[in-house]
């Protein structure tokens, strides 16, 4: 089989989703729209820094209460779009958004480190209804390319946004910095209000609405794959901090971008790659390998392309990870729920990250840089064994039913 047939055969999956009504204008919405969210924390540390002439450990902080507020508030948010419908939702967290950056600027400390937890919590809620959106949009057998589209748009965007935020911070000014990028995420939430996509498909908006208990739905396999969720972003947390700190210790910090460029396209290109595949992965499986695939890479530190080259396996399985955890939940959560699903999908993936930074901190203070990768990968491989046995009993009990009935239709044949 010639290559260019095998490329052709590789992008069918892709032609095929991005053929279906809706998906391509969401997709560039999102990408668009993602870049001024990726832009804040840049944005806040520069402006705690260079404005209120505060410390990294203050400009932590500020980070740490807009997590904490965004971990709470996304089911939350996610809860009042499965009820009140995405519109209303989106009035009232741009609302919330250009309240919060157009004071932000003018506020002393005591009253922004308040202030960016209300933020937080209130934030639009891009990530989750993109996601929500898809699985409205796409079939169940088309939404693997989908959720690796919407990856690898998510990569691009934090590619893009916290470049762009230090650029301005340095070229202009932080305070002005805040303006134009509490401006962005407003037009976000403006562009995504009008593209208004739908958050159910046709066939489960037909008919009444029933109240699904969380008992239905939150099941041992849904936690098992918000728990991997949480572990792959720890690990992609603390090999963001592992990175800077190998390249400090040799002296080769100013390479950094550059290494950290060639982690996001070695995820670009996983990405692409796991949309293209026929037969679906499990998130268990790809978080314990990137788990795994981190645990070395420190071990390449001498020089800033030794690193690269050592980052290349575990980052070409960032995006299939994260498209693989969103996928899942997106087959797991009823449609009545999907919203509150996927909010508790996006706190999993911010709760990981916001332990994996200060974690890999921690370690590479204690020990050396390379400890960090070490660390994070193993406990990252390590929640996946600790969750293992859930799938294994549910794949026992989908063998068994599978006998049942093969069991089944064939007794008739048997009289």
Not at 269 to 290: D, K
Not at 332 to 361: D, N, Q, Y
Request: net charge positive; aromatic share 6%.
């Amino acid at each position: 089989m010639s290559p260019e047939v095998r490329t052709q055969m590789n992008m069918k999956p892709y032609r095929m989703a991005l053929a279906l009504p809706g998906l391509r204008s969401l997709l560039l919405v999102a990408v668009l729209a993602r870049i001024p969210l990726t832009a804040t924390g840049v944005t806040l540390t520069f402006h705690v820094l260079l404005d209120l002439d505060g410390s990294y450990g203050a400009a932590g902080l500020v980070g740490a209460a807009s997590t904490v507020g965004s971990a709470i508030g996304g089911p939350l948010i996610g809860r009042l779009v499965d009820r009140g419908g995405l519109r209303p939702v989106l009035m009232f967290t741009g609302i919330a958004e250009a309240v919060f950056w157009v004071t932000a600027p003018s506020l002393p400390y005591p009253l922004l480190l308040p202030a960016a937890f209300v933020a937080g919590a209130l934030a639009l809620p891009i990530f989750s209804v993109v996601r929500q959106s898809i699985a409205a949009l796409v079939p169940e057998s088309q939404r693997r390319p989908a959720y690796a589209l919407d990856s690898m748009s998510v990569e691009l965007s934090f590619m893009i946004g916290p470049a762009l935020a230090v650029a301005l911070a340095t070229a202009i000014s932080a305070r002005t910095t805040m303006y134009l990028v509490g401006a962005g995420i407003v037009g976000a939430g403006v562009a995504l209000w009008l593209l208004n996509p739908p958050i159910r498909a046709a066939e489960e908006s037909a008919g009444p609405r029933r109240k699904v208990p969380r008992r239905e739905w939150l099941t041992p396999r849904m936690l098992a794959v918000l728990a991997v969720s949480a572990a792959a972003t720890l690990v992609l947390g603390g090999t963001d901090v592992a990175v800077v700190a190998v390249l400090r210790a040799s002296g080769e910090v100013g390479w950094t971008g550059v290494v950290l460029a060639m982690w996001a396209v070695a995820s670009l290109l996983g990405g692409f790659a796991y949309g293209a595949v026929h037969r679906p992965l499990s998130p268990l499986m790809l978080t314990a390998a990137l788990g795994l695939c981190t645990i070395p890479v420190g071990l390449g530190g001498a020089h800033w392309w030794l690193l690269s080259l050592a980052l290349v396996p575990a980052g070409a399985l960032c995006a299939p990870t994260l498209a693989a955890t969103a996928d899942a939940v997106s087959r797991l959560a009823p449609a009545e729920v999907r919203g509150e699903a996927m909010g508790l999908h996006g706190s999993a993936v911010t709760v990981g990250i916001a332990v994996g930074a200060p974690l890999a901190g921690a370690v590479i203070d204690a020990r050396a840089p390379l400890w960090g990768f070490v660390v994070t990968g193993a406990l990252g491989a390590l929640v996946t064994l600790v969750v293992l046995p859930i799938e294994l009993r549910r794949r026992r009990t989908a063998a068994a039913a599978e006998s049942a009935r093969t069991d089944a239709d064939l007794a008739p044949a048997a009289h």
